[in-house]
C-alpha cells in the first residue's frame, strides 16, 4: 500500500455550548482533518485534535501544521508499507507532537480497514457491538446552571458524568451534584491544576466522602511522585491522564503506584496504534481504562469508539453523540447515544460517511501534497 495524496483541512466548528475548563474557555474548535489517498483511489481520514493554545498540552493546531507540512506527509508520501504501524515507522524519530502523529495514524488505520473490507473496530480487534458512554462536563457559571447541564444529559442516559474542576470550583459543585444524583457515575477531572501542597492533599481527601469514581490528574503532567503519594492517602482510585504520553509512562505509572485507573487518548498519545499497545499494556497489568476525548469532530470520534470496542476499556468513554458538541457535525450518520450507549458502526473503515462538502464549507485553509485524483 502506499499514499500517493495527503490534504489538511483547517476546519472550525462552533460549540453548541460553550466549555470551561481550569484553564480556559472555548466556544468553537478548530481541528486539522487529514485526509490520504492511495494509487488506487482508496480514502482514510484523520483528525488532529489539538488545542489551539498550549494550555492542555504544548502542541496546538498551528504547531501540528508545521511539523505535519515539514516532516511527516514528506516521509509518508510514496512509502510503501503493509500495516499502520509500519507506516508510523516514518515519523517515529520526530519527538514528541503527538496530536501531529495521532491524525495521520487515525488516517492510516481508517485507510487500511477500509483496503481490507472490514470495519476499523473488527481491525483494532474490538469485541463489542456498542460502547458505554461518559460525558464531560465544563466549569459553569453557577451551580445551579451546573445542576442544569447535569441533570439534562442525566435524563438522556449517560452512564457516567465528568466534572471539570479548580481551585475555588471543587468540593462544593461535587457536593450539590451528588445530593441531587446519589446513585449516578460520577468523576472530577482537574486537567494538573492543583500544586503538591498539604492543603491540596486534605481538599482532595474531602472528595473521598461522595463515592467518585475517581479523581483524574489532579497534578502536573510529569509529577508522577506526587500522585503517588496521594493514592497513597485516598480511597478514591486516581485516574492519569496528561502524565501519560507515551507507553513507557505507563510503566512508571505501575511501579511507583501513581494511579489505579488510566485515561486512553488517541490524540495525546500519538494515534491508534499507540493506543491500542496501551490497552494491552494496561489489560495485562490489570489497570481498568477508559477511552477520553479532545472534543473531537466525526472522524476523531469515530475512531474512539472503535478503539473503545477493545475488551480492556471498562469505564464509560468519552464518546458522547456528536449533538453533545456540534449542531451539525462531518460524518455521516452522526454518532448517536441511546440511553448512554453507542453503537460501533460495522461498515469498512470509520463506518461513516465523510461530509467533504460541509467540511469546505467550515475550513480555514486547505493545503494538498502529492497527487490529486
Known sequence: MK??????????????????????????????????????GLE???????????????????????????????????????????????????????????????????????????????????VRESVAAGVSLGIETSIDALLTEVTRH?????????????????????????????????????????????????LMRSLDQFGLSMIEQPYGPRNFAAHAQLQSRLQTPICLDEAVVDLDDIGTMIALEAGRILNI?????????VAVAAHNITRDAGIPVWCGGMHEFGIGRA???ALSSLPGFTYPSDVSASDKYYERDIIDPPVTADRGMVRVPTDVGLGHTVL????????????????SR
Open 3 to 40: 499514499v500517493v495524496g495527503v490534504s489538511l483541512y483547517v476546519t472550525r466548528l462552533p460549540l453548541v455550548h460553550g466549555f470551561e475548563t481550569s484553564s480556559h474557555r472555548k466556544t468553537h474548535l478548530d481541528h486539522i482533518l487529514v485526509r490520504f489517498t492511495d494509487e488506487s
Open 44 to 126: 482514510g481520514w484523520g483528525e488532529i485534535a489539538s488545542p489551539s493554545s498550549p494550555f492542555y498540552s504544548s502542541e496546538t493546531v498551528d504547531t501540528a501544521q508545521l511539523i505535519a507540512t515539514k516532516y511527516i506527509i514528506p516521509a509518508v508520501i510514496g512509502h510503501e508499507w503493509e500495516t499502520p504501524d509500519q507506516l508510523a515507522t516514518t515519523w517515529a524519530r520526530v519527538r514528541g507532537h503527538e496530536f501531529a502523529k495521532a491524525g495521520f495514524d487515525m488516517a492510516a488505520w481508517s485507510l487500511y480497514s477500509a483496503s481490507r473490507g472490514e470495519s476499523l473496530a473488527a481491525t483494532l480487534g474490538g
Open 154 to 202: 442525566v435524563d438522556a442516559g449517560y452512564r457516567r458524568v465528568k466534572l471539570k474542576i479548580k481551585q475555588g470550583w471543587d468540593v462544593e459543585p461535587v457536593r450539590a451534584v451528588r445530593a441531587a444524583f446519589p446513585d449516578q457515575d460520577v468523576h472530577v477531572d482537574a486537567n494538573g491544576i492543583y500544586d503538591d501542597t498539604d492543603e491540596t492533599t486534605e
Open 265 to 273: 487518548k488517541v490524540s495525546r498519545m500519538g494515534g491508534l496504534t
Open 303 to 305: 475512531a474512539n469508539v
Open 356 to 371: 467533504t462538502d460541509w467540511i469546505l464549507q467550515n475550513t480555514i485553509s486547505h493545503e494538498h501534497f502529492g497527487e
